[in-house]
């Protein structure tokens, strides 16, 4: 069973800096692409950065600039830099892992709360 576990959540002021944690219980090569996730309340749930295998990365809109995916790949590490946060980047940030062959399949943190304050 594959397992991916988060650290580095917490409570930031505006403007304020967080570096986020997922360490993966087997290879990232085992998957198409690793990415972040996050979900405020009342809304759903929607990919803040991602990492293909091959190191190709994409970022929503919103914190394109301020936020950086990146991996360590002998340690199965995948990080979050999120840099000048505001507070509408308060949310539950989940790590995913995602497999499309042979079959399609979803793995998922527990999730970590980042708050903002301002």
């Known amino acids: 069973q594959v397992q991916l576990v988060e650290s580095g959540g917490g409570l930031v002021q505006a403007g304020g800096s967080l570096r986020l944690s997922c360490a993966a219980s087997?290879?990232?090569?085992?998957?198409?692409?690793m990415g972040w996730y996050r979900q405020a309340p009342g809304k759903q749930r929607e990919l803040a950065a991602s990492i293909t295998s091959s190191g190709s990365t994409n970022y929503e809109d919103s914190v394109k600039g301020r936020f950086t995916i990146s991996r360590d790949n002998a340690k199965n590490l995948v990080y979050l830099q999120m840099n000048d946060l505001k507070p509408e980047d308060t949310a539950v940030y989940f790590c995913?892992?995602?497999?499309?062959?042979?079959?399609?399949?979803?793995?998922w943190g527990q999730g970590t709360q980042v708050t903002v304050s301002s």
């Open positions: 087997v290879s990232m090569f085992s998957f198409n692409a």
């Open positions: 995913n892992a995602r497999k499309v062959w042979p079959s399609e399949y979803n793995y």
